[in-house]
């Protein structure tokens, strides 16, 4: 399916799943949704499994939004305790459409759990209370794990899932990924089909130094390689450091959401050579969320200047990431856009891209982790391999039968969409949104002040 396509499907207001490749443009369609929705003035909850993938569409987590925080299970007490809070009352009386990104990385349990607050807020057995709901992630990326006994647990074994009538748009063109040799690799593992000739591809990148960038990012599976080689590569550079402070404003939990999920560091700490990286998309500047570059000098401000691996020069300036609610700023916290970039965890790396990376999946322990690495990089000639195991290019059985599931459900929803005239098409976009209630309007001044946010 297109993105055209996949837009055409959300805007007749349909629960859909949004799924495909690295690369394929998901949270690109997501944002072209949501920013349609704005203009027609519809309450959107914009959430994510994880706090990283929220703050790319100024969101905030599912957890957070929806008042489970990190229980496990609610009692029917824990339900009415929920209903007492003015800020959800009104986020769940106000909004038409939900939608959770990295869906991949929610468990089953929590899927129902939030199924059941939506129906408790709204009085509405409708699946999400009769909100539109739109799910969207890939399976093959990191997977949520089970407390219990470690089992992987994933989020259409919910109880709701089957019951949501939902249509699968499956994306299948490719906005990241320019080399065939690439492509290959990962389609390969992806379908399971990793031979002697995607391991060749591969060997011919190990230890390889000739990547044509000479500032590499260092993908490691492991928290405290990464915060060593951060910390060692720093110290080696001579000069005096420069500190930058995050400053915050707004509600004092969202702000330590923020903090805490997104990739800004509150000291961020630089000095002339140092290798960081943009964790900002920012196209008029000239940089995305993962453009590196060396700090060549400091201007009369005292902020940085970074000569990017593609020898752009950028004069850097604070950036702020926000959490919205109902079109309105309630947390903030601004910092440069940048982080130290020597070495980073793969799970921090969802969502980027890399132009080149030395990339070790030698301690790699979770199906699906050689994925997510190689697929950030947009061509083979930008990866220098220092190692692999046994785990790092497997991905679960499972997966690889609900995928094969997935685009066959996508191909019939495409074959019935091509079905539709543009007239009818149309007709039915404006019939969901003629469905919108006027109830589902911003609120007035009096109403904000009687929030109460937790």
Known sequence: MTQKQALEILKMGYNVFLTGSAGSGKTFVLNQYINYLKKKKVNIGITASTGIAATHMNGITIHSWSGMG?????????IQKLLKRKR??????????????????LHHFQLDLVNRICRAFRQNDEPFGGMQAILCGDFFQLPPISKEDNKVCFVNESDIWSKMNLKVCYLDEQHRHSDAKLT??????RT????????????????????????LTKLYTHNIDVD??????????EGEPSVYMMTSKGNRQLVEVLKRNCLAPEELILKKGALVMFIKNNFEEGYVNGTLGIVVDFNDEGLPVVKTNRNRIIHVTYK?????????????ITQLPLRLAWAITVHKSQGMTLDAAEIDLSKSFVEGMGYVALSRLCSLSG????????MALRINKTVLEMDKEF?????????????????????RQKEFLNSIPAAYKKWTKDEEKELVYF
Do not use: H, Q
Not at 70 to 78: A, M, P, R, T, V
């Open 70 to 78: 990190i229980k496990d299970k609610l009692s029917d007490k824990d």
């Open 407 to 427: 685009i066959k459900m996508s191909a019939d929803v495409c074959l019935d969409l091509n079905k539709l005239s543009v007239r009818e098409k149309e007709k």
């Open 192 to 215: 399971d089909n990793v031979g002697e000739d995607t391991l060749e591809l591969l060997r011919r990148r190990y230890k390889n130094s000739n990547v044509g960038f000479p500032n």
């Open 383 to 390: 990866l220098k391999l220092m190692g692999l195991n046994n």
């Open 320 to 332: 702020s990431w926000v959490i919205e609610d109902d079109g309105k700023i309630i947390a903030e």
């Open 228 to 237: 060593a080689i951060n910390s060692r590569e720093l110290e080696k550079l």
């Open 88 to 105: 959800l009352k009104r986020n769940f009386d106000r909004t038409k459409v939900l939608v959770i990104d990295e869906i991949s990385m």
């Open 184 to 189: 290959k690799v990962l389609n390969d593992i």
